[in-house]
């Protein structure tokens, strides 16, 4: 009981000190941040590494946005990190997203100077939509302050505010224990997660299989980057890809629903 005041008692005192009023929302330019916070930035990440100035460069291109929350206590040490994509329609994947050339000079792999001239952020080529695809919260003792749920709306508003402001937001967020829930069972050959629809294009695709639960293992053996993918599904499909969105993405609804 002693442990459990002194916990509620710390909360409240860091949700004072880290409270919206103390926190500033700042968004991060290659050419104008200052050295210090791009490599508090770096440091940050904690979903997509950024391994190199040149990928940094990469995730502060002209069609992309990142937005951190600083506090005086803290220095150049961001509270929270938000990565997002300006793109023309949602992007498939996010490893899209960090492929791109985002400054549209093919430079993308090469370490600029900075606050070189072509980073200027003057003229950024944005999109109508607006992807979430990263954030990072770097302070686990302000867990439950919800920092990172509030750097995302203050940066939402951000974006809403600019002149070409996107028409659509959308993330690209990992579901958290989904990956868990399905192996569990795939382990256990339960078919009852399918529906329908699902267990009956997994069985055309893999007709071999005994049934849709092992069918659906096949299924994601076939896109493991080393598996050996043939062209098409054993059924003459057209491709594992297309099947497995379609299959996972129901999966994923269940799993968010009902489970």
């Given amino acids: 009981a002693a442990l459990a005041a002194l916990d509620a008692g710390l909360a409240r005192v860091l949700g004072r000190v880290f409270g919206p009023a103390a926190l500033t929302l700042e968004r991060v330019s290659w050419a104008a941040t200052p050295a210090p916070l791009l490599e508090g930035v770096v440091a940050a990440e904690a979903v997509h590494a950024i391994k190199d100035w ?3 460069r990469q995730r502060l291109g002209r069609n992309r946005r990142a937005f951190v929350f600083t506090h005086p206590a803290l220095g150049y040490r961001p509270l929270a990190l938000l990565q997002v994509a300006l793109e ?3 992007a498939p994947s996010v490893d899209a997203l960090l492929k791109a050339d985002t400054w549209g000079d ?3 792999a090469t370490v600029p100077r900075f606050g070189h001239a072509e ?3 003057a003229s950024a080529d944005g999109g109508t939509h607006a992807i ?3 954030v990072s919260a770097t302070q686990p003792g302000l867990a439950g302050l919800g920092v990172a749920e509030r750097l995302i709306r203050r940066a939402a508003a951000a ?3 600019e002149p070409d402001a996107p028409k659509r937001f959308v993330t ?3 579901v958290p224990g989904f990956r868990a829930w399905l192996e569990a069972r795939l382990e256990s050959g339960d078919d009852a997660p399918l529906d329908d629809d699902a267990a009956a294009a997994l069985r055309a695709a893999y007709p071999a299989a005994e049934n ?3 069918a659906l293992r096949a299924l994601l053996g076939d896109l493991e980057p080393a598996a050996e993918t043939p062209a098409t599904t054993a059924g003459g499909g057209a491709g594992p890809a297309p099947l497995a969105r379609i299959v996972l993405s129901r999966l994923c609804r269940r799993y968010v629903v009902a489970e």
Avoid: E, K, M, T
Wanted: charged share 10%; net charge positive.
């Fill in 119 to 121: 980073a200027a952020d």
């Fill in 212 to 214: 849709p639960s092992r």
């Fill in 106 to 108: 093919g430079a993308v």
């Fill in 172 to 174: 690209l967020s990992p």
């Fill in 54 to 56: 040149a990928a940094l």
């Fill in 159 to 161: 974006l809403a505010a």
């Fill in 132 to 134: 979430f695809y990263s």
């Fill in 88 to 90: 023309p329609r949602i």
